[in-house]
């Protein structure tokens, strides 16, 4: 796939090749190569959501925090693609033990940032749903309204949850002050699975708000195969109110829902929110 417009006015060469890319349900994402031996990373849609690449630029330079993660230059934003430096790749499996202490420390530096409110200053994107991020001075309150129960109404999540886990999301949402203990809003990439973190190390594919950094680190831990050093640094330039592990399942509710409204009832999904719900 050649398409030399995706490098108008870089001064970067001509478009020599292009390599497909694994990873993330929102975009095709090419390595690309060009006639003066540079590489890019482009990604593109047939028909992204509005203004999908412009509020991705906008979350990879917030997360430009001295200290924190490296994080790709964004070298054009257009309405159907965005080009980026290429960080290159790596197996995170590879990486040492100390890559993961300085992932944490750097991620703890990140959660630092804070703002007076939960949200950001627009709605951005989580995959290809709107991600809605009204500032709200209460943490609990923006969680249950704009990271859980804002799933009941897609489609995909009504036609798949039984009413009785309706039910018991809703009376969890109720219950989250009495769950989770107060936080300050925190700057968060968002959707910081394994597969946006990068040696480097590095971040990509943001959706930027500022929110709980427990519900940061419940995405990370949920996804597995992260070492206790990561988290052991971490602590160390951020501690963390005691019990958070056990607040970590609770918290991972939000990329379940996510997962379902996006793919429709996939069986691990049902089964993690139905068991995290069940005692409510």
């Known amino acids: 796939m050649l398409t030399p417009s995706w490098l108008d006015g870089l001064e970067l060469g001509e478009v020599e090749s292009t390599s ?3 990873g993330g349900v929102a975009n095709k994402t090419y390595r690309v190569g060009t006639t003066l031996g540079r590489s890019v990373i482009v990604k593109t849609h047939d028909d992204p959501p509005p203004g999908m690449y412009a509020v991705e630029a906008d979350g990879l330079n917030a997360l430009r925090v001295p200290g924190a993660f490296v994080v790709p230059a964004v070298l054009r934003v257009a309405p159907d693609f965005l080009v980026l430096a290429d960080l290159g790749s790596g197996a995170l499996a590879d990486q040492t033990p100390d890559f993961w202490r300085d992932a944490g420390h750097r991620l703890a530096i990140q959660h630092q940032q804070t703002a007076d ?8 994107y989580l ?4 991600q809605r991020n009204p500032w709200t001075a209460d943490g609990h309150t923006f969680f249950a309204e704009h990271r859980l129960l804002r799933y009941l109404e897609v489609p995909n999540c009504y036609n798949a949850l039984p009413a009785d886990d309706r039910h018991r999301l809703e009376r969890l949402a109720a219950r989250l002050p009495d769950l989770i203990p107060p936080q300050p809003p ?12 990068l040696p480097g190390p590095a971040l990509i594919d943001p959706a930027v708000y500022y929110g709980w950094a427990e519900a940061e680190l419940s995405m990370l831990d949920g996804c597995g195969n992260i070492p206790a050093d990561f988290f052991t640094a971490y602590e160390e330039a951020h501690p963390l109110t005691p019990g958070w592990q056990a607040r970590l399942p609770l918290l991972h509710l939000r990329e379940h829902l996510c997962v379902l409204a996006h793919f429709g009832p996939t069986e691990n999904a049902l089964t993690k929110i139905h068991e995290t719900v069940a005692p409510y």
């Open 20 to 22: 497909p890319l694994e």
């Open 117 to 124: 409110k939960f949200g950001y200053h627009q709605d951005n």
């Open 127 to 130: 995959g290809l749903l709107p």
């Open 186 to 197: 925190a700057l968060l990439h968002g959707d910081l699975w394994h597969g946006n973190l």
